[in-house]
């Protein structure tokens, strides 16, 4: 399956490789610095490509390419799939997955590496698992480790493999012992400049970070579980259970996990939190242009808009912004023409204004199409969806263990789009392609 | 310091080596030192030296041998994990010498005691392989061996090894092929995508197309129902047909094992693996019935919010999959939507995918998407857009002109890209009808003057020669513009004013004659002798000399033939030839070692190859103690329940029975047991195999106790006939020993006690039914505490135990009742093969069955409620009961059926359906159940527990659930008995879709305000003559419908109220009576449908 394994840097050095079967050389990663060479953007190289001899998939992370080799067929999101794995067990090793920091602890990544494939075949992929055989490092054992030379390898060999629940080690001990629930919604929505929702709709995510003794089985169950619409769970998580009874019952594994994302039913309309008042223009004569954003709050559940944050990416011939905001302050990055403003909390008495003029490249042509605004926000304590965990319970052990939930909103990939001139939604397409360019 | 003592030092130095080799850079120069630390004793110094030997063991093969040795040892070492590591490692150093050695070191681990080491061996067989071919033939026995492994930590690893050394031996598979379906579930996500695309494999040439029949019914249907699906679908659909010439084909019926397949994949579309989704998505679009598609749609869309690079390939197979079935992902059109932050390559897939599912209903929609696209800032994507809108209006009718215009717009863009693209676009649409456009060839070729890009220049020129008598006047014009700057053109632009000079010349000779030998002596200088040949050709083709021969004469008509419009079609057309989520499929390219998916067969190859000897299983189950978790997987269903019952009502019960308190305590034992329905059993534990003897005990303990509660586990989908064989074979073995328990009570302290405990239980029992036998209400408190038990044993079982609970409330009553027989009736609790028919008490005892059982109370139900006004008791009498199966056509076996009005426990969105089976045959029907549940999206059935045996004259009873999800749509499945098969189907009346609930006279009026307007509906009826007082109409409307009556002030008023099962929409009726017979009914309900439907019932109720 998985022949070889480059780890390439954004300048398109290989700083590490590995190989699971015989020695494949470098020079067929040239293959795939020609195609880097023809995208614009990183993420644009096709995670697929085709050489004479071998197939080159690809997974960008974190401006790192984990470029993987294959011989024969292996359906590609199975290889695509495994890379992001390991790249996030880099990130739970090593708390990032970065050159650097893989350059630091290339041993250890070679272990995993060394684990987590047999003869390209995913073996051991569950981080309880790996964490047993390869102990993650920590700055204590660093220290420990050069002054006494002792290893990083597990000394005990570890029963995971064996044990009945492969994402679970055995033996866990806690004095305290808790369970923590986060669910996380992300609202992702594209509306228009009149502020009409195009498309919304509300993905969750729960994380969970369970520190508990022994063997427990929780089980979680939900006040309003038919908001759920598709799920995707842990494979920790019965399925036969939520089926039949709409609650999540599991064995957890140690420490942080994502125990399931979901997506709530589009019949349900999404609220959106916060409005935006806004108009971006440039004009035909003079090289400037004006632009006026105001935000203000909506449906919030009651609850405060928190870092709320604005980015804009700007038309290529936009050289600067000579702006000022009533709340918070902006950036603007030239290079990248990204428009950033910061604003923090909103104050529904007193909404942050964004105005100023926008100065244009001289000579260059007016920008055809205005830029769309991409907002982030977060509110505590509300699940925008109106999800609602009713209780958890344990079974398997006696203590009682802490337990918490905690629920955030998040923007997502939420949009405002700015059509320019015009309302667009209230005219017929053609006509407004016909207005639009007869009007230039 | 390699050299050195201190393993400190060692280590360091290997830990630079493997930095190295990291890097990439050479460090074979070392191999000799580091080859004699392989048997260091510290665990990471020799971790690495094995990293380096596999790195390095190909280039220096003689020294590498030296550690063989070491490995040999670890073979043999007692730890499962040396034993596996030495594996790994032996088997990764690519040395053909050892080839021998390998060979037999992977045939001892494959029997290997630990599951660890056999998954590391079945890991050693391509590596072998891919070292010596040769070794192919003993390798396969390898895996035939492990294929049978029972354990979910071998299954995946070794169908990954058949799949690499002989993955054309399918045969080897037939007899795993239940256990593998079985076990799915369970095994590592990797595993699971390795298997799912083997069976994909394996069902093509084992199963029937399960949608042939569809494309013969399809001809006489009108086609609305598939509306959605587009020409070339039923193109295909015409294909399939040719293929299979067989018009008068007995019906379709799925292979159970087909059905088994896709049953056991479907949960796995909730994995958080992307790749295992896809497996699954790709198995359904090849093997499942078409209604059936429609589920993955929504988890690959769900995929859509995962990694780029995920996105990218699921985005690629919805394209193939939305040409050839667009219907599954039209309600997701949205999610398809272009973000301004995607990466160009995933905006043009999913323009791809919008393109294919845009028809004439959402052709709006999507161009007014695509005209926001249009501005975008990325010009590859705009370009792709336009492309994207050409075949939109190619397809669409509709829509061209509009299109056409739109693009005509575009030509005035700033932007030369799009442009061009216009221009390209706009040629290829105008081929198809020029005589309309004139105007717009005249537009295009304004734009010579401006557009720059060759390609669009070249689009222009092109038209403008093909279509020159649309525009006679301007044509030449151009041309001689083109003239002149004809030396500074590309290429291609070159060649298309050779072409239009040529065009012009035939058809325009008196204007254009100069020009044309101009332009041709232009390009006979030309640096390019693309051109200058060109040149050539055409000036001998159409300036006539007298060389010139008769092809000159031809030359308008070669020209000027009619040229067939371009046929603008999606690239992802005929890939889905390809398996799907293949690496094949992606490229479009047959990938190394992808394996053809094959056709389905004519006719269906036997499928008794898949049966398992049952007897071998067995033994295999006693002997290993590993497959036991195949048995126990049939048992977690049970106990699920029982804990969940147990957690319920810590009931102390459970010290009547012997065999139950045992179960108790094993339960609390292990409590991982019954609950691992989901997961890999606790089988697996390395421990397990110590105490396999008291694990069977388990076994025993619970087997016996479930079925001599007589409930016949309701299978479960993950259960297959393998499994049930087994089980049934171990359930009598069981049996057998339970009975032996029983009958020599001394042998064992435990169970004597109990049957004492039992025998005590049960004349204190009689006693106090004997006390109270005539008293209703106590024996109704009487049959709480058995209906009390029979909960606490099952839910599923409740039926059963109500049934027997029944019967001995029949039996009791006469006061003359001996205690033995009572006595034997208890012993038939827990042994079905004592079972004597009672003399038939049970010929309608429905009315007793319905009495207002106590287990509904315990539940808390708001029926308890209800009870209190005593109107709603008495129309149970009224009960219909309809026939499922006549006895003809059963051959003996009748089956008629009642909506019993009660709560079904394991689901209450259930409606509980009694069933009663009476055979009338003169032989013995045994193992009734149910199979292949048939129903519309949204209904699930919870079946009845198998009735195992039903000797002939005899009547049994058994409830099944159905969630008919509000509608009245019947729900079809098939009713199997041991030697047949009978298609059935329930088609509930709409009062049974709803239960009653308790309201007060205030509630009711606020609820029935608020269910005004579309949801009200009344109706003036006349009563029927016997039915003029309050008592009959309620007995009517309550018998109609399963509501109960609501207290009301006026004596002129009855009314009811309901909640649909399902969605617990409020139902509610008013019956007003006025003088004479004249009345009017009223009912309000959310659900309108429902409404209307619960009028006209029960008009007809109150009418005859």
């Known amino acids: 399956m998985i022949h070889s394994l480059f780890l390439i840097n954004h300048s398109g050095d290989i700083f590490l490789e590995k190989h699971w079967k015989s020695v494949i050389s470098h020079s067929v990663c040239d293959y795939f610095f020609e195609a880097k060479e023809k995208a614009v953007d990183p993420e644009d190289v096709p995670p697929v490509l085709q050489t004479p001899h071998h197939y080159l998939i690809t997974v960008h992370r974190g401006k790192l390419f984990f470029l993987s080799v294959v011989q024969t067929e292996v359906p590609p999101l199975f290889v695509i799939e495994f890379l992001h794995r390991v790249a996030d067990t880099f990130q739970d090793y090593f708390g990032e997955c970065s050159e650097s920091v893989i350059k630091d602890n290339v041993v250890t990544v070679y272990e995993l590496l060394e684990e987590m494939l047999d003869n390209g075949f995913p073996l051991a992929t569950e981080s309880n698992v790996l964490k047993e055989l390869i102990r993650p490092p920590t700055i204590l054992r660093s220290v420990v480790n050069t002054l006494t030379g002792s290893s990083n390898v597990g000394d005990t060999l570890p029963t995971g493999q064996l044990s009945t629940i492969p994402w679970r080690r055995a033996d866990v001990k806690y004095t305290n012992n808790e369970a923590y629930f986060d669910v996380i919604e992300e609202i992702d929505a594209i509306l228009d400049k009149s502020g009409t929702t195009v498309f919304a709709e509300i993905q969750g995510v729960i994380e969970a970070s369970v520190r508990l003794t022994g063997m427990p089985d929780l089980t979680l169950s939900f006040m309003n579980p038919r908001l759920l619409d598709d799920v995707s769970f842990h494979p920790c998580v019965r399925f036969k259970r939520w089926e039949s009874e709409r609650t999540l019952s599991f064995i957890p594994p140690d420490g942080n996990f994502t125990l399931m994302n979901y997506h709530v039913s589009s019949q349900n309309p999404v609220a959106i939190p916060v409005y935006v008042k806004q108009s971006i223009s440039f004009f035909e004569s003079g090289p400037c242009g004006r632009l006026d954003i105001t935000i203000g709050p909506k449906q919030t559940m009651g609850k405060t808009v928190e870092a709320l944050m604005v980015k804009i990416h700007m038309p290529k011939a936009v050289l600067s912004a000579n702006l000022t905001a009533t709340q918070g302050n902006y950036t603007y990055d030239l290079p990248n023409k990204v428009l950033v403003w910061d604003i923090g909390k909103l104050n529904p008495q007193k909404l942050p204004n964004l105005k100023g003029i926008l100065s244009l490249q001289a000579g260059a042509p007016k920008p055809e199409d205005n830029p769309s605004l991409n907002i982030d926000l977060r509110i505590q304590q509300v699940a925008i969806s109106g999800l609602k965990v009713s209780r958890l319970e344990m079974f398997g052990e006696k203590y009682k263990p802490f337990k918490g939930v905690k629920y955030v909103t998040k923007a997502g990939k939420f949009q405002f789009k700015c059509a320019a001139l015009y309302e667009p939604f209230l005219l017929s397409f053609w006509t407004i392609l016909f207005f639009y360019f007869t009007t230039f | ?1104």
Request: proline share 4%; with cysteine.
């Open chain 2, 1 to 1104: 310091m390699l050299d050195s003592n201190k393993d400190s030092l060692k280590l360091e130095a290997m830990k630079r080596i493997v930095a190295m080799i990291a890097r990439g850079k050479n460090a074979s120069d070392l191999f000799p030192a580091v080859v004699k630390n392989v048997a260091c004793k510290n665990i990471e110094v020799k971790k690495l030296v094995y990293v380096y030997l596999v790195r390095y063991a190909e280039e220096q093969q003689d020294l590498a041998l030296l550690s063989i040795s070491t490995f040999q040892r670890g073979l043999k070492d007692p730890n499962q994990l040396i034993r596996a590591s030495a594996l790994r490692v032996l088997s990764s150093i690519r040395v053909t010498i050892i080839v021998p050695i390998m060979m037999l070191a992977i045939k001892e681990a494959a029997s290997d005691m630990s599951p660890y080491v056999r998954k590391t061996a079945a890991h050693a067989i391509p590596k072998l392989y891919s070292l010596d071919p040769e070794q192919k033939d003993q390798l396969i026995e390898v895996i035939e061996k492990l294929l049978a492994d029972k354990t979910t930590l071998v299954a995946g690893s070794v169908v990954m090894a058949f799949e690499e050394v002989c993955p054309e031996r399918i045969d080897l598979i037939h007899k795993n092929y239940r256990k593998l379906c079985n076990l799915l579930i369970d095994v590592e996500e990797w595993g699971q995508v390795v298997i799912i695309n083997m069976l994909t494999r394996y069902a093509r040439t084992q199963f029937l197309n399960p949608n042939m029949n569809e494309s013969l019914l399809e001809e006489g249907n009108d086609k609305t129902f598939y509306g959605s699906d587009d020409d070339e679908d039923e193109e295909e659909e015409e294909e399939k047909k040719s293929e299979a010439p067989m018009p008068k084909r007995k019906p379709y019926v799925m292979d159970p094992d087909h059905r088994l397949l896709l049953r056991n994949t479907k949960p796995l579309l909730q994995s958080r693996n992307a790749a295992v989704v896809m497996a699954v998505a790709q198995l359904y679009f090849h093997l499942a019935p078409k209604v059936e598609v429609g589920v993955i749609a929504k988890a690959l869309v769900r995929l859509l919010r995962s990694h780029s690079e995920v996105q990218y390939v699921v985005l690629q197979n919805v394209a193939s999959m939305t040409i050839k079935r667009r219907g599954m992902f039209e309600p997701y059109l949205k999610s398809f939507y272009i973000r301004s932050t995607d990466p160009t390559q995933i905006k043009v897939l999913k323009l791809e995918v919008l393109t294919n599912l845009a028809n004439e209903t959402n052709i709006s929609t999507i161009l007014r998407e695509f005209q926001t696209y249009i501005k975008s800032m990325d010009k590859d994507f705009v370009a792709a857009t336009i492309q994207a809108i050409g075949r939109c209006a190619t397809n669409i009718g509709e829509v061209r002109d509009t299109c056409l215009n739109g693009l005509v717009q575009l030509l005035s863009n700033r932007d030369e890209l799009v442009v061009a693209e216009s221009v390209v676009v706009i040629k290829k649409l105008l081929q198809m009808q020029p005589e309309k456009h004139s105007d717009i060839i005249k537009h295009m070729a304004k734009l010579t003057d401006n557009i720059q890009v060759p390609m669009a220049r070249a689009s222009i020129l092109w038209l403008i020669g093909e279509y020159c008598e649309h525009v006679p006047k301007i044509a030449p014009d151009v041309l001689r513009k083109m003239a002149k700057s004809f030396t500074n053109e590309e290429d291609i632009v070159k060649l298309q004013i050779i072409n239009l000079a040529a065009k012009l010349y035939l058809t325009n000779s008196k204007q254009t004659k100069l020009l044309t030998q101009y332009v041709l002596n232009l390009a006979k200088y030309d640096q390019n002798y693309d051109i200058r040949d060109r040149a050539r050709f055409i000036r001998q083709l159409i300036v006539p000399t007298e060389k010139s021969g008769a092809l000159s004469k031809y030359a308008k008509k070669l020209f000027l033939a009619l040229k067939p419009a371009p046929v603008l079609e999606s690239p992802f057309k005929d890939r889905d030839h390809f398996q799907l989520g293949s690496l094949s499929h992606l490229l479009n390219a047959k990938a190394g070692g992808y394996q053809e998916l094959p056709d389905w067969p004519e006719a269906a190859p036997d499928p008794s190859v898949r049966n398992v000897e049952v007897k071998d299983s067995v033994q295999e189950v006693r002997t290993t103690g590993e497959g036991r978790i195949s048995l126990l997987g049939e048992w977690r269903e049970v106990f699920t329940l029982l804990e969940r019952v147990a957690t319920l009502t810590s009931v102390p019960e459970w010290t009547k029975c012997s065999s139950r308190e045992k179960r108790k305590e094993k339960k609390v034992e292990k409590p991982f047991y019954s609950d691992s329905e989901g997961e890999s059993g606790p089988t697996e534990s390395a421990d397990s195999e110590s105490d396999s003897a008291s694990g069977s005990e388990i076994g025993s303990g619970v087997v016996g106790s479930v079925s001599g509660t007589a409930s016949e586990e309701s299978e479960e989908g993950s259960e297959s006939e393998e499994e049930e064989e087994e089980e049934e074979e171990d359930e009598k073995d069981k049996k057998m020993t339970m009975k032996k328990e029983l009958k020599k009570p001394v042998q064992e302290s435990e169970s004597e006690q109990s049957s004492e405990e039992e025998e005590e239980r049960k004349h204190e029992r009689k006693k106090s039914k004997a006390r109270k036998s005539d008293s209703e209400s106590e024996s109704d408190e009487d049959e709480d505490s058995e209906s009390e038990s029979s909960q606490s044993e099952s839910e599923d079982s409740e039926s059963e135990a109500e049934v027997k609970k029944k019967k001995k409330a029949a039996q009791s009553k006469p006061p003359s009742k001996p205690v033995k027989k009572e006595s034997k009736k208890e012993m038939s609790l827990l042994d079905l093969d004592d079972f004597e028919p009672a003399p038939s008490p049970q010929v309608t005892p429905l009315n007793s069955f319905l009495s207002n059982s106590l287990a509904t109370d315990l539940e808390g139900l708001s029926l308890s409620d209800a009870v209190l006004s005593p109107a709603t008791l008495s129309p149970c009498s009224a009960l219909k009961s309809y026939e499922l199966l006549h006895r003809i056509r059963g051959e003996g076996l009748s089956v008629e059926y009642c909506f019993s009005r009660q709560p079904f426990s394991p689901d209450a969105n259930m409606v509980a359906v009694q069933m009663q089976f009476t055979n009338n045959a003169t032989s013995e029907t045994k193992n009734l159940h149910m199979e292949e549940v048939k129903l519309q999206s949204g209904m699930r059935v919870k079946e009845f527990p198998e009735i195992e045996l039903l000797p002939a004259g005899e009547t049994a009873t058994a409830v099944m659930g159905i969630d008919f999800c509000d509608s009245t749509q019947a729900a079809n499945f098939q009713l199997c008995t041991h030697t047949r098969k009978f298609f059935v189907s329930i088609q509930p009346p709409v009062g049974e879709l709803m239960r009653p609930v308790f309201l007060t006279e205030n509630e009711f009026k606020k609820e029935q305000g608020q269910l005004m307007g579309m949801n009200e509906l009344s109706e003036k009826l006349t009563l029927d003559a016997e039915c003029r007082n309050e008592h009959a109409i309620v007995q009517r409307v309550t018998a109609a419908a399963n509501l109960s009556r609501v207290p009301c002030g006026s004596d002129r008023e009855c009314r009811f109220a309901g909640r649909t099962v399902t969605s617990g929409s409020l139902v509610l009726a008013t019956v007003a009576t006025k003088e004479e017979a004249a009345a009017q009914l009223t009912v309000n309900c959310e659900k309108m449908v429902i409404g209307t439907m619960l009028v006209k019932d029960v008009l007809l109720a109150l009418t005859q």
